[in-house]
């Protein structure tokens, strides 16, 4: 049987070099940070097209890349416009205040694109920006 997994992680690396190319977050950090519980993401992307920063990315599934799929949130170009969470019809993402949005993206991100080594060796992800 052809093994999507090897796709999956094609689509993962063409994410994470688009997003090398992308500007980071100029202003300071603001008061809150939309952190996705992706327990609870169906991966429906009506969140992605209201991101004014484009810092919403879709994460392929780990198996076959188009089924099982959700978000990550790159919380370090987060600008905290709160449009987001406002349209996800399921309520997974949450405004959290900056100082803790990294500690609860941590516990909140199954599955990553943007870190896959650090969340796979169980290491902590995300850390303040400067
Ligand atoms: S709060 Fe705004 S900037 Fe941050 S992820 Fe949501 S839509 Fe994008
Ligand atoms: S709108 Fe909500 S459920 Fe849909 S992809 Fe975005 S975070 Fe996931």
Redesign the pocket.
């Known amino acids: 049987m052809f093994d999507y997994s090897d796709e999956s992680e094609r689509k993962a690396q063409e994410i994470r070099e688009r997003k090398a190319e992308k500007p980071v977050r100029k202003i300071k950090v ?1 008061k ?3 952190v ?1 519980d992706q327990a609870g993401c169906t991966g429906c992307e009506a ?1 992605v097209q ?7 990315e879709l994460v392929p599934g780990p198996q076959f890349p188009d089924m099982a799929k959700m978000v990550e ?3 370090d ?9 406002k ?1 996800c019809p399921w309520d997974t ?1 949450t ?1 959290i205040p900056s100082a803790e949005a990294y500690a609860i993206a941590n516990e909140w991100t199954l599955r990553s694109v943007l870190k896959p080594e650090a969340v796979k060796s169980g290491e902590k992800i995300w850390s303040a920006a400067e």
């Open positions: 603001p809150v940070l939309a996705v969140c209201f991101c004014p920063v484009d810092c919403i949130i790159d919380v170009r987060c600008i905290g416009c709160k449009a987001c969470a349209h993402i405004m």
